[in-house]
């Protein structure tokens, strides 16, 4: 979905629009990363960045230990990416609780010395406050980056078991936490010297990630955290009351806990499933939404509602979050805002926006007239 893009949109960009909309390669059910949360590219990045999130997600793919792997994106130097892991998440169990793959190999044989690559590990159960994992700049003890990857999904090398997988594995409680969501990887560039600094200019310099696995894998707020740590269980695990009856946020109509292209995608059907305009009304046929499909809160659920959806998703760039700030309610009361404007249509300031949109959208045919606000 992204590659239709990339001549248009500079690498970055593209990195960003992957992370919100295209799907997950090895879905949320899998012991590995869901999602490119945020990707901060350092001095001499570039590689791999194109392939962004599928080239960071799934598997690792290692390439043995004389030879690192090309299935990568190299952060650069002091380049910064966050991963997001839908269910199951991390969770703290007996030993290391997940592995951070790169490409580090030794050089000219087995026995040669490794060329590494170091990255400073953090996790954050809800990816704005992180905790580094301990280490020690000078031994480089728990920092990534320094393990030849072994597994790969051609030679059955099992990525979830450290002792054979390769990778560099950490222990949740090391810093006290029973589960992760967000696992956050900084190269520290001159602060931490390593083989990769020596190296000249380009598109591959940094820490370059190929995979992380969760090694405990599990929904904290369905059963407890395999490591009996009770007082943290009580304090961060989220309760089974509070998974199943979470509190209303508008825009996440499918209840997931945040907003994002799937919310779009269900208020789009609603505007077009043939109940009423009031939110009273909106589960009242095929598409059964609540009050949280009214994103601005006007009491109807409407084309309004698109744009906002998008600011509180942030899907639409900041410049266009301050006009929406600043245009009266009335004026997309009054229909003119249509939801194919704001998918884009016809307007070239939100092209970039409306792209996207489209690609994790299915568009009612146009003889669909939509309930008009």
Same mark, same amino acid.
């Given at each position: 979905?992204?590659?239709?893009?990339?001549?248009?949109?500079?690498?970055?960009?593209?990195?960003?629009?992957?992370?919100?909309?295209?799907?997950?390669?090895?879905?949320?059910?899998?012991?590995?990363?869901?999602?490119?949360?945020?990707?901060?590219?350092?001095?001499?990045?570039?590689? $791999?960045?194109?392939?962004?999130?599928?080239?960071?997600?799934?598997?690792?793919?290692?390439?043995?230990?004389?030879?690192?792997?090309?299935?990568?994106?190299?952060?650069?130097?002091?380049?910064?990416?966050?991963?997001?892991?839908?269910?199951?998440?991390?969770?703290?169990?007996? $030993?290391?609780?997940?592995?951070?793959?790169?490409?580090?190999?030794?050089?000219?044989?087995?026995?040669?010395?490794?060329?590494?690559?170091?990255?400073?590990?953090?996790?954050?159960?809800?990816?704005?406050?992180?905790?580094?994992?301990?280490?020690?700049?000078?031994?480089?003890?728990?920092?990534?980056?320094?393990?030849?990857?072994?597994?790969? +999904?051609?030679?059955?090398?099992?990525?979830?078991? !450290?002792?054979?997988?390769?990778?560099?594995?950490?222990?949740?409680?090391?810093?006290?936490?029973?589960?992760?969501?967000?696992?956050?990887?900084?190269?520290?560039?001159?602060?931490?010297?390593?083989? $990769?600094?020596?190296?000249?200019?380009?598109?591959?310099?940094?820490?370059?990630?190929?995979?992380?696995?969760?090694?405990?894998?599990?929904?904290?707020?369905?059963?407890?955290?395999?490591?009996?740590?009770?007082?943290?269980?009580?304090?961060?695990?989220?309760?089974?009351?509070?998974?199943?009856? +979470?509190?209303?946020?508008?825009?996440?109509?499918?209840?997931?806990?945040?907003?994002?292209?799937?919310?779009?995608?269900?208020?789009?059907?609603?505007?077009?499933?043939?109940?009423?305009?009031?939110?009273?009304?909106?589960?009242?046929?095929?598409?059964?939404?609540?009050?949280?499909?009214?994103?601005?809160?006007?009491?109807?659920?409407?084309?309004?509602?698109?744009?906002?959806? $998008?600011?509180?998703?942030?899907?639409? !760039?900041?410049?266009?979050?301050?006009?929406?700030?600043?245009?009266?309610?009335?004026?997309?009361?009054?229909?003119?805002?249509? +939801?194919?404007?704001?998918?884009?249509?016809?307007? +070239?300031?939100?092209?970039?926006?409306?792209?996207?949109?489209?690609?994790?959208?299915?568009?009612? !045919?146009?003889?669909?007239?939509?309930?008009?606000?």
């Amino acid at each position: 979905m992204c590659s239709s893009r990339r001549t248009a949109l500079r690498w970055l960009g593209a990195a960003v629009l992957c992370a919100l909309v295209v799907p997950a390669v090895g879905g949320a059910q899998d012991p590995f990363a869901d999602a490119v949360a945020s990707f901060m590219p350092g001095t001499g990045a570039g590689f $791999g960045a194109d392939e962004l999130p599928g080239v960071v997600l799934g598997p690792p793919r290692g390439a043995g230990l004389v030879q690192g792997s090309f299935d990568v994106v190299s952060l650069g130097n002091e380049g910064v990416i966050v991963l997001r892991f839908d269910l199951p998440l991390i969770c703290d169990g007996p $030993g290391p609780d997940f592995t951070v793959f790169e490409n580090a190999f030794h050089a000219g044989t087995p026995s040669g010395a490794v060329f590494a690559e170091y990255g400073i590990v953090a996790v954050s159960q809800d990816g704005e406050h992180f905790v580094e994992m301990p280490y020690d700049a000078v031994t480089h003890a728990g920092l990534a980056g320094q393990t030849p990857v072994l597994s790969a +999904p051609d030679n059955g090398i099992d990525p979830l078991d !450290p002792s054979v997988s390769g990778g560099d594995s950490f222990d949740l409680s090391a810093v006290g936490l029973p589960w992760a969501a967000y696992v956050r990887i900084t190269d520290p560039g001159a602060a931490i010297p390593d083989p $990769g600094n020596q190296l000249p200019g380009g598109t591959q310099a940094g820490f370059d990630l190929d995979a992380i696995a969760a090694l405990h894998a599990c929904d904290p707020g369905v059963s407890a955290s395999p490591t009996p740590t009770s007082t943290l269980i009580s304090e961060a695990t989220p309760t089974p009351s509070a998974t199943i009856e +979470p509190t209303a946020v508008p825009g996440d109509l499918n209840g997931n806990g945040r907003v994002d292209a799937a919310d779009l995608r269900q208020l789009i059907a609603e505007l077009y499933d043939g109940d009423g305009d009031d939110v009273a009304d909106a589960g009242g046929s095929t598409i059964a939404s609540g009050p949280e499909a009214d994103v601005n809160g006007d009491g109807r659920i409407t084309a309004a509602d698109i744009p906002a959806i $998008g600011v509180v998703a942030g899907l639409v !760039p900041a410049p266009h979050r301050r006009r929406l700030d600043a245009q009266p309610r009335e004026q997309n009361r009054a229909g003119v805002v249509s +939801p194919l404007q704001w998918l884009g249509v016809g307007n +070239p300031s939100r092209r970039r926006w409306g792209a996207a949109t489209r690609a994790a959208t299915t568009i009612p !045919p146009p003889n669909a007239a939509p309930r008009r606000p």
